[in-house]
Structure formats: structure tokens, C-alpha cells
């Protein structure tokens, strides 16, 4: 029996205000406050401890405890039920801003970058929800994230002037991370 769809939002319906975001203007604002990981895959990532330190910023590579926090945030959202947030210092990129501990100096992740030097299929160690980013899976159903780039500068995933693209094509990709393996988006969301 096939895996039944989440509920769609509208809001993956609505026309994007732009293309997707591009790394290198938006600096990865999303990452400013981390992000939640469920603590399945936080114990996956520090198993694979030896292949995410040589893509990690040197204040952080050499101790994995300062890789996640401390505090945990029960949810149905995560398949563990149990969530622990990514740490938060000085971004490597000396601009003296906050960001999560695996964004690189070049705005890149960390838990991407091993990923895809170790073979590992998308999204391999990166969070599902930085994955997603702007699609966001939450309460049973998947929507569009305006509310991070209403408190994040920079961390809208729209940029590049106006479009008459639909959100669902602009981030089919994300999109399709939310959805049961095989499932296709429907063209309207009634």
C-alpha cells in the first residue's frame, strides 16, 4: 500500500516572487539560527564524524560536541519524535555574524560538502529541513517558509525579480524531499 500524500498548502500553489536563491548573494541567511535535526540524524552525523571534520571550520572541526545543543524539542515532525538543534557561534567567514557551526566561510554546508565528497545520495548528512529550505514539512503538511525570511535578512529563497512560476515548480526539488517515494504533485491543490 502506497505511503498516503501529507497535506499540500496552498502556498505551494502561489507564483514565486523570484527564482531560487543564489549562495552567493544571500550568503546563507537561512542558517543564522541553525536549524532543528532529528536525533536520528544527529546520531548519523556524529558516526560520520571522521568524514564531516575536514569540511567543517577549524573552531568547530575538532570537537563534535560542539556540533549540536543541548536543549530537545519533542515533535511528530521528526521520525525519533525528538529533536536537537544544530549549535550556533561566529560564522567562519569573519563577518562577525551567528550562523550554524557547519556553515563554511564560502556560505557552503559542511554536512554537504562530506556528503557529496563520500558519495552519499542527496540529501546524504544534511538536515532534512535545511534540505527543504523554504519548503518546510510541519504538523503533517508541507508549505512554503515565509515566516524565517520575515526574521532573517537575506534568508528569502526568492531573489531575482519577478517570475510567473509557481512556487511547486521553482522548488519542485525541495518539494519532492517531503513526498512518499513515487508520489507526484498534483497540478491543483483542491
Known amino acids: 500500500m502506497a505511503e498516503p500524500l501529507p497535506k499540500l498548502d496552498k502556498s505551494l500553489w502561489r507564483t514565486a516572487r523570484g527564482e531560487r536563491c543564489e549562495l552567493h548573494v544571500c550568503g546563507g541567511a537561512c542558517c543564522v539560527n541553525g536549524i532543528w535535526v532529528d536525533l536520528r540524524h544527529v ?10 571534520r575536514p569540511f567543517m ?53 559542511a554536512l554537504q ?24 514539512r510541519s504538523d503533517g503538511a508541507v508549505q512554503v517558509d515565509y515566516e524565517s525570511a520575515k526574521h532573517h535578512p537575506g534568508a528569502d529563497c526568492q531573489q531575482g525579480g519577478p517570475t510567473q512560476r509557481r512556487m511547486r515548480d521553482v522548488f519542485a526539488e525541495e518539494i519532492a524531499l517531503c513526498m512518499p517515494p513515487g508520489a507526484a504533485l498534483p497540478d491543483d491543490p483542491n
Request: proline content about 8%.
Open 57 to 109: 571550520a577549524p573552531d568547530y572541526a575538532d570537537n563534535e560536541d560542539l556540533w549540536f545543543g543541548d536543549e530537545t524539542l519533542e515533535t511528530a515532525d521528526f521520525a525519533s519524535g525528538i529533536g536537537l538543534p544544530t549549535a550556533v557561534g561566529p560564522r567562519a567567514d569573519g563577518s562577525g555574524r551567528q550562523g550554524c557551526v557547519f556553515v563554511r566561510a564560502d556560505h557552503k554546508c
Open 113 to 136: 560538502m562530506a556528503s557529496e565528497a563520500a558519495g552519499l545520495p542527496w540529501p546524504g548528512l544534511k538536515p532534512f529541513d535545511c534540505a527543504t529550505y523554504p519548503i518546510l
Open 43 to 52: 546520531q548519523r552525523v556524529l558516526d560520520a564524524a571522521e568524514t564531516v
